[in-house]
């Protein structure tokens, strides 16, 4: 049996595929602990900077897997005991290293919803994103009712949760849900190199700076206020934040030790 989760190690970059192509790379029990797995591993790998989530041409992933949701015995009993979703799926969530969402293809349901766990998506031009469950009897259930507005506001955000219907590259990189397109063939080696240039900044300001932009999803202006003037001034205690700005001073590249 193929691996349906495969990672790669590129520069200071850890890249996670998901390998499901005969189904469209949904979400199954495997696919889920095997993405969680290289998470874990590439947050446990100080040579890592920057994480990348891609699946491939066809599809980011279709959302959770529908043959095993389903079944007689998938009812809410067995959805409750397993904690269905919580368990291991929030762990791109809680990475603390950047990770961003390669996204060409299919990113529907349960897919759309992991695309917006990472830190940003970057899409190819046929990227297609959705939150069709309503066609199947249930509702996002990942964070899609949740996430969706904040990226893109209540209106859209509605219509597509309601209708099921999908949004394009372009619409969605109007609506905010999207950081950058490129065209297909450009969608890996454009992420990657970004990737990579992220990658070759200090690590802890790179967390610091990502724990920063969350508070804004999290609280009230004036604690997202505080907290980034609590990590501000904490990146004055790092050794990298002499060194970057001395680099500027002497016009040199900065060499970052990570600490
Ligand atoms: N689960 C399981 N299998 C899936 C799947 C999914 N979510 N999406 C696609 N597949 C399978 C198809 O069953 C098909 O398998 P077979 O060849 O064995 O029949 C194969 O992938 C190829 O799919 P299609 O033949 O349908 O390909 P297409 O190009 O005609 O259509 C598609 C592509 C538009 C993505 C269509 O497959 C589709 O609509 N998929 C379902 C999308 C969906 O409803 N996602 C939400 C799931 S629920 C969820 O995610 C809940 C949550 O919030 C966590």
């Given at each position: 049996?193929?691996?349906?989760?495969?990672?790669?190690?590129?520069?200071?970059?850890?890249?996670?595929?998901?390998?499901?192509?005969?189904?469209?790379?949904?979400?199954?029990?495997?696919?889920?602990?095997?993405?969680?797995?290289?998470?874990?591993?590439?947050?446990?790998?100080?040579?890592?900077?920057?994480?990348?989530?891609?699946?491939?041409?066809?599809?980011?992933?279709?959302?959770?897997?529908?043959?095993?949701?389903?079944?007689?015995?998938?009812?809410?009993?067995?959805?409750?005991?397993?904690?269905?979703?919580?368990?291991?799926?929030?762990?791109?969530?809680?990475?603390?290293?950047?990770?961003?969402?390669?996204?060409?293809?299919?990113?529907?349901?349960?897919?759309?919803?992991?695309?917006?766990?990472?830190?940003?998506?970057?899409?190819?031009?046929?990227?297609?994103?959705?939150?069709?469950?309503?066609?199947?009897?249930?509702?996002?259930?990942?964070?899609?009712t949740q996430?969706l507005p904040r990226?893109i506001g209540k209106?859209?955000a509605?219509?597509?949760?309601?209708?099921?219907?999908?949004?394009?590259?372009?619409?969605?990189?109007?609506?905010?849900?999207?950081?950058?397109?490129?065209?297909?063939?450009?969608?890996?080696?454009?992420?990657?190199?970004?990737?990579?240039?992220?990658?070759?900044?200090?690590?802890?300001?790179?967390?610091?700076?990502?724990?920063?932009?969350?508070?804004?999803?999290?609280?009230?202006?004036?604690?997202?206020?505080?907290?980034?003037?609590?990590?501000?001034?904490?990146?004055?205690?790092?050794?990298?934040?002499?060194?970057?700005?001395?680099?500027?001073?002497?016009?040199?590249?900065?060499?970052?030790?990570?600490?």
């Amino acid at each position: 049996m193929s691996q349906v989760v495969l990672s790669e190690i590129h520069g200071r970059v850890g890249l996670i595929r998901i390998n499901r192509p005969e189904a469209m790379n949904a979400l199954n029990d495997a696919v889920v602990s095997g993405i969680a797995a290289a998470v874990d591993a590439f947050e446990a790998d100080e040579n890592i900077g920057c994480i990348v989530l891609t699946g491939n041409e066809k599809a980011f992933a279709a959302g959770a897997d529908i043959s095993v949701m389903k079944q007689a015995e998938f009812d809410y009993m067995h959805a409750y005991k397993t904690d269905f979703i919580t368990a291991r799926w929030e762990r791109i969530k809680t990475a603390r290293k950047p990770v961003i969402a390669a996204v060409a293809g299919y990113a529907l349901g349960g897919g759309c919803e992991f695309a917006m766990m990472c830190d940003m998506i970057y899409a190819a031009d046929n990227a297609k994103f959705g939150q069709p469950e309503v066609k199947i009897g249930t509702l996002p259930g990942a964070g899609g009712t949740q996430r969706l507005p904040r990226a893109i506001g209540k209106a859209k955000a509605m219509d597509m949760c309601l209708t099921g219907r999908l949004m394009d590259a372009t619409e969605a990189e109007q609506a905010g849900l999207v950081a950058r397109i490129y065209p297909a063939e450009q969608l890996l080696e454009e992420t990657l190199k970004a990737a990579q240039t992220i990658a070759g900044f200090s690590l802890p300001v790179l967390m610091m700076t990502k724990e920063a932009v969350n508070r804004a999803f999290e609280s009230s202006l004036n604690e997202g206020l505080l907290f980034e003037r609590r990590v501000f001034h904490a990146s004055f205690g790092l050794e990298d934040q002499k060194e970057g700005m001395n680099a500027f001073a002497e016009k040199r590249k900065a060499v970052f030790k990570n600490r």
